[in-house]
């Protein structure tokens, strides 16, 4: 079992979380790239990137900073934390 | 012959506890403490199993707890390791994979078609002539395999247990203790876990006439067993190891799951046999085996023993098992004995006679037990025969360091030690002792303890950390422990019954690297996983590429290091099951129960069989009213000023229009126009809306919410109320009378039209009212606190008994709504449909400046190709058609039936197809394929097929309060 240390939660194993990938929003408008090309081809080159991770117990996001190649955690932070102010 | 010895100073057994077992129908004495190996050869019986492909006689190979030469059945459980299962009073055990018993195994006679039977036989033979693969196939299904599986054992449920802790040490040897004891020194959480039902390791057999070396032993067990930080787990193995240090062990009770901050790989080493003709005759072992026999369960394993050496320990377990009275009849080692130190001399002056730079040619048996080897020496020239009745091997290792290349280790072949070794660990992660390539018993000692001070080190609770010793610099391995033979025979893996010519054939056939000589040879893949036999595949292909060892690579163990009963994996077979507030009124009447996702959901309430049943329900609805408990629906509250941009990003719909205090169906796609899910939206205030999801779907459309409106920055607070809110659907023409008796709540159709909400007291409980129309009837969908579920249900069967009342399933809420034409999302849509297909189109506002789907729904629109249409057919419904039967045309499927169902209203079969857009057309004929492979003629049916003006929404009573 993988634990990653998040604010708020404490140290929390990855069984209880659903990770949402990397997705973004999707934009109003796609620019030059068909719907075909922006659901589909995703960018999957093992690297050091941000991704959604939901904790379904107390339901909030977090923003997990993780390389996917050695599944290292570098850290977290709440989604939406921003706009709490 | 094998015998039992006098007593031994570490052995495990208990004499006064004698017992009596069955094997193969014949009824034998043994010791409490044996396992079934040592009982037997205790008894002489030498032959224990017949081997895999040639059912050849097999017995004691490695006796490591990993010896996958005996396998046995006990009849509820099956491939049994006869070296770990310890017998039980009474109980009777089988051979595996005999025909006929292990004596006279019929199948025996394949080794005479050994030689038609070459490396990838079945991959070559059977492939064709086509037509006759069927019977091919049963065939070697009956012969492959092993133990059988018996269905009707009781089933027995363990437990998985979680451990945290601060290290984890896995080997209860030399350094797995001496790691312990360091550990002990600091107040901090120790796990150590071994195999074998005592710890102590090597220390009882490689060391057991060593006075100092028991009284270390002996003072760290004392420690451990005091110590109140310390947990000691005996007949547990590390099966795998997982992401942060986590570690099932499997133990007799059920899997112990640790979760460390440190770990320490004190597991040592697997020894490997030797490669010779005939090497796996009953009798032939390694000399660890030997060893562990005679010391743990007092057992000689022959009487006359030729010892093969290709290291140190083979000379000293010659010299001590001359102590306890085997005639060493000659070793023979593969070098020089003078390279062998004072042991070479010990053994002389001992009077063993000792062949140099020979190996051994070929070992013979009369009667099927060994009487003889023949000698080569490595000149090639024939030597003498030598009388024997066991020849044990010690040849080389290899590390049981499975659970290292797990953890990310990375292992290097040491040319010096001849051996592979862990050359870096990962962070928090450490390995001591032999299987760190440390061989000298002091050494292992220093070792382990180091590995220990680094794990506490790296822990924080010591600040230095200890110096490790070196390597040891002989080799304790010889580089080739292989001797080809013209007649062939050499077995490399005994699992597989593999010689040395099926990896040179699938070497000469381009299988020329380790990983795809593993899958053509199928080297390494049997129950043993190759822990005794790809070292030695490794040592053949370097040969035969002519390169080094290191050169050649190894295959990666996976998990699991010994095979793992599915029962352990299973454990309590603890999940998850949801009730709803009016559960007991379900359970007392005798509702039948089934899982629903996560949920337990009434499907019918059976009185009779669930077909008159969910007819009766059917009708009650149709005619009178009932009730069905929706409490399941997922339910979510959202608050704030970004509410609808959140609502009108997410679901397709527009929310602009929708009033305060009316509903409308909405749905969700994802990025690629695919239906999500569905529910009802209602407008409380304009920053204040009721939404619904589907039953099983709820939390992911929480999820999903939360997570856009995290994503684009709403304001928005999302609130999860599905299990804090029941729901009823009350639905019939009297479901206005009916609930009009209990409410404050205005029912006229001048104040609560369809498609409103309406907030009052019903029942004395503060709730919402919804009227919506799943099922077709006027229905008032009405939610309240879960608290008062079971009371308010009740309230409404009691105020609806002269009406008629009743609850009902969702079987029969299934065939109300689908004469109404309404879909079941995950039913009648899949994981490809998008609204257009399943007529949702007028769902969809493609105007609308952003939401999720949008760009591939506008793609997707005018490209149509199938579509989901009525049908109905006058077939007699006792030939059910069944969902996902086909639709075929012209011979090739033209879609596929996603519900269907006998209508009392049209008293005819009707149903829901996904099909191919030319055959949509009402009046089209179609094709159904039914299980019988026949096909049924359908036509397609404007929908609904019930109340298409949707008349039964009215309320026919202008004031339903007078009616009632």
Redesign the interface.
């Known amino acids: 079992?993988?634990?990653i240390d998040f604010p708020t939660l404490g140290r929390r194993p990855?069984s209880e979380f659903?990770v949402?990938g990397i997705?973004?929003?999707?934009?109003?408008e796609?620019d030059g790239i068909?719907?075909?090309e922006?659901?589909?081809n995703r960018d999957s080159i093992p690297m050091r990137r941000t991704e959604?991770w939901?904790h379904?117990p107390t339901?909030?996001?977090f923003l997990v900073e993780r390389h996917t190649a050695t599944?290292e955690v570098f850290g977290a932070t709440l989604?939406?934390a921003?706009?709490d102010g | 012959m094998a015998k039992r010895l006098p007593p031994q100073p570490n052995e495990w057994i208990k004499r006064d506890r004698r017992l009596s077992f069955v094997f193969e129908g014949e009824r034998y004495d043994g010791l409490e403490g044996d396992v079934l190996s040592s009982a037997l050869l205790a008894n002489d019986v030498v032959v224990q199993a017949r081997s895999f492909k040639y059912h050849r006689p097999r017995g004691v190979l490695s006796f490591a707890n990993h010896d996958a030469n005996v396998l046995v059945t006990t009849g509820d459980r099956t491939n049994v390791r006869a070296d770990v299962e310890q017998v039980a009073q009474g109980r009777s055990y089988r051979a595996v994979n005999t025909y006929g018993g292990l004596r006279f195994d019929v199948a025996r006679v394949i080794q005479l078609f050994a030689r038609v039977l070459p490396v990838g036989f079945y991959y070559k033979a059977f492939y064709r002539p086509r037509f006759l693969f069927p019977l091919w196939e049963r065939l070697i299904r009956t012969m492959a395999g092993l133990g059988k599986v018996n269905t009707t054992a009781p089933c027995v449920r363990v437990t998985r247990r979680n451990r945290f802790c601060d290290v984890l040490i896995i080997g209860g040897g030399v350094a797995g203790l001496a790691a312990a004891k360091q550990c002990l020194s600091e107040s901090i959480d120790v796990v150590i876990a071994d195999e074998n039902p005592r710890m102590g390791g090597s220390f009882d057999y490689l060391h057991a006439y060593d006075e100092s070396a028991q009284a270390v032993k002996t003072a760290i067990l004392d420690l451990l067993n005091s110590s109140n930080s310390a947990e000691v787990l005996t007949q547990h193995f590390a099966a795998g190891f997982?992401?942060?240090n986590?570690v099932p062990l499997v133990g007799p009770n059920g899997i112990v799951?640790v979760?460390a901050k440190a770990v320490i790989f004190a597991t040592g080493l697997y020894e490997q046999p030797a490669v010779f003709r005939n090497n796996d005759l009953p009798g032939v072992m390694l000399v660890s085996a030997a060893q562990r026999l005679v010391h743990r369960y007092a057992i000689a394993p022959c009487a006359n023993a030729v010892v093969l050496a290709g290291n140190n320990e083979a000379y000293a377990a010659a010299i001590d098992l001359q102590k306890i009275g085997v005639r060493i009849a000659a070793i023979v080692d593969l070098a020089e004995p003078n390279s062998r130190g004072d042991l070479a001399a010990t053994a002389m002056a001992n009077g063993i006679q000792i062949i140099p730079n020979a190996s051994i040619d070929e070992a013979r048996s009369r009667n099927g037990r060994l009487v003889a080897v023949s000698i080569r020496s490595n000149d090639g020239k024939q030597g003498q025969s030598i009388e024997c009745d066991g020849v044990l091997m010690s040849v080389g290792w290899a590390p049981a360091g499975g659970l290292l290349y797990q953890a990310g280790a990375r292992l290097e072949y040491d040319p010096t030690l001849e051996q592979v070794v862990p050359v870096s660990m990962p962070a928090g992660t450490y390995c001591a002792g032999r299987l760190n390539g440390v061989f000298d018993y002091l050494d292992q000692i220093d070792d382990g303890a180091a590995a220990a001070a680094a794990a506490l080190a790296d822990i924080g609770v010591r600040s230095d950390a200890a110096e490790r010793p070196a390597r040891t610099v002989q080799p304790h391995s010889h580089p080739y422990p292989i001797t080809p033979h013209a007649k062939g025979k050499e077995f490399v893996d005994f699992d597989e019954d593999l010689q040395v010519k099926d990896l040179t054939v699938a070497y000469r056939e381009g299988f020329d690297s380790v990983e795809l000589m593993k899958r053509y040879s199928t080297i390494g893949m049997g129950p043993s996983q190759g822990k005794t036999a790809n070292m030695n595949g490794v040592r053949i292909l370097g040969q035969l590429q002519d390169k080094a060892v290191a050169a050649v690579g190894v295959t990666t163990p996976r998990p699991f290091t010994h095979p793992v009963p599915m029962g352990m994996l299973a454990g309590r077979r603890l999940r998850r099951q949801w009730c709803t507030p009016m559960h007991e009124y379900h359970h007392a009447e005798n509702a039948d129960l089934q899982e629903a996702g996560t949920w337990l959901r009434p499907m019918s309430y059976t009185r009779g069989s669930p077909r008159t049943a969910i007819e009766r329900e059917y009708q009650m609805v149709r005619e009178q009213v009932g009730i069905i408990d929706v409490s399941t629906l997922g339910k979510i509250e959202l608050f704030g000023p970004d509410v609808i941009p959140l609502l009108e990003?997410a679901y397709t719909c527009s929310f602009e229009k929708l009033k305060p205090h009316m509903t409308r169906y909405i749905f969700m796609v994802d990025?690629?126009?695919t239906l999500v899910d569905d529910g009802v939206a209602a407008r409380l205030a304009d920053d204040h809306f009721y939404i619904t999801a589907t039953s099983s779907h709820a939390?992911a459309v929480?999820?999903q919410l939360?997570?856009?409106?995290?994503?684009?920055?709403?304001?928005v607070a999302?609130v999860?109320r599905t299990f804090q809110v029941a729901a009823l659907n009350l639905a019939g023409p009297r479901s206005a009378d009916v609930l009009s008796k209990l409410t404050d709540i205005d029912l006229s159709s001048e104040n609560f039209p369809y498609l409103a909400l309406r907030e009052g007291q019903i029942a004395g409980v503060q709730a919402r009212a919804l009227r919506v129309g799943f099922v077709g009837e006027l229905g008032y969908e009405i939610h309240f606190p879960a608290s008062h579920g079971a009371a308010v249900w009740q309230a409404l069967l009691e105020a609806g008994a002269a009406a008629g009342i009743g609850a009902f399933g969702v079987e029969a809420q299934r065939l109300l709504r689908l004469e109404k034409g309404h879909l079941i999302f995950g039913q009648d849509t899949d994981g490809t449909t998008n609204p257009y297909e399943v007529n949702l189109g007028w769902g969809v506002r493609l105007s609308k400046?952003?939401?999720?789907?949008?760009?591939?729904l506008?793609?997707l629109k005018p490209m149509l190709k199938r579509r989901l249409v009525g049908f109905v057919t006058d077939a007699d419904p006792d030939r059910l058609i069944q969902e996902c039967h086909l639709i075929i045309e012209q011979g090739g499927i033209a879609g596929r039936v996603t519900s269907v169902a006998y209508s009392p209203h049209r008293k005819a079969v009707i149903g829901l197809a996904m099909v191919d857009s030319s055959l949509t057309e009402a009046g089209q004929t179609l094709s159904v394929r039914v299980s019988d492979a026949t096909t049924v003629a359908v036509t397609v049916a404007d929908m609904p097929f019930y109340d298409p003006d949707n008349e039964r929404q009215q309320i026919n009573s202008s004031d339903p309060r007078q009616a009632a």
């Open positions: 079992m993988k634990y990855s659903v949402g997705i973004d929003p999707e934009p109003a796609l068909s719907p075909g922006w659901v589909f959604w939901y379904t339901q909030l996001w599944d989604a939406g921003a706009i | 997982y992401a942060d986590s799951h979760h990003y990025g690629s126009g939390q929480v999820r939360q997570q856009y409106a995290d994503q684009l920055g709403f304001n999302i999860d400046e952003q939401f999720v789907g949008k760009h591939s506008t793609k």
